[in-house]
T-cell receptor
């Protein structure tokens, strides 16, 4: 069964550094999402992406964050200047489309900002 | 705006006992509702979803949930717990526009022998 994959599984970075988290969605999926989960807290929506543009973003998704689909397969989340509070598990999700469609989640990238 | 409340951050049951995980939602439109499970160090896996068809929804691993509009609830049940059910369970509601999922705080299910 096709899966959503994410790399790296764990990233450690210094505060102020840029990080890029990568996701490879299932090939026929059209809608893409990033969520994050701070340790011990609930999963929070960051951004949705469709047709090469952002569909919706949360208050968390400020100017330090950006997303793109550079080559038609990878879907990336960039944090330009990381803060301590960006430490979290970041999940990519994808769906073929339609409001009732299942979102398939990747295994996540654990980001640790020191 | 949609929201989800999961009562009980931890639920403990014995193997073979009934599992009941509670979820109440708030939505200004007819909701789509989901239950996801997260095993340690893994991503989120869909257990089941309600999309306005049958109100009793059956999912994987013997789980089911019933949508009750009058109670704004979507509780997850399983007749007989298994050790392998120990995990974190998240209830989520979709806002139907671009499908953003709004998650509850999660319930950790502990299963003892």
């Amino acid at each position: 069964e096709p899966e959503v994959t994410q790399t790296p599984s764990h990233q450690v970075t210094q505060m102020g550094q840029e990080v890029i988290l990568r996701c490879v969605p299932i090939s026929n999926h059209l809608y893409f999402y990033w969520y994050r989960q701070i340790l011990g807290q609930k999963v929070e929506f960051l951004v949705s992406f469709y047709n090469n543009e952002i569909s919706e973003k949360s208050e968390i998704f400020d100017d330090q964050f950006s997303v793109e689909r550079p080559d038609g397969s990878n879907f990336t989340l960039k944090i330009r200047s990381t803060k301590l509070e960006d430490s979290a598990m970041y999940f990519c999700a994808a769906t073929a489309g339609g409001p009732a469609d299942t979102q398939y989640f990747g295994p996540g990238t654990r980001l640790t900002v020191l | 705006a949609q929201s989800v409340t999961q009562l009980g951050s931890h639920v403990s049951v014995s193997e073979g006992a009934l599992v009941l995980l509670r979820c109440n939602y708030s939505s200004s439109v007819p909701p789509y509702l989901f239950w996801y499970v997260q095993y340690p160090n893994q991503g989120l896996q869909l257990l089941l979803k309600y999309t306005s068809a049958a109100t009793l929804v059956k999912g994987i691993n013997g789980f089911e949930a019933e949508f009750k509009k009058s109670e704004t609830s979507f509780h997850l049940t399983k007749p007989s717990a298994h050790m392998s059910d120990a995990a974190e369970y998240f209830c989520a509601v979709s806002d139907r526009s671009f499908q953003k999922l709004v998650f509850g705080t999660g319930t950790r299910l502990l299963v003892s022998p």
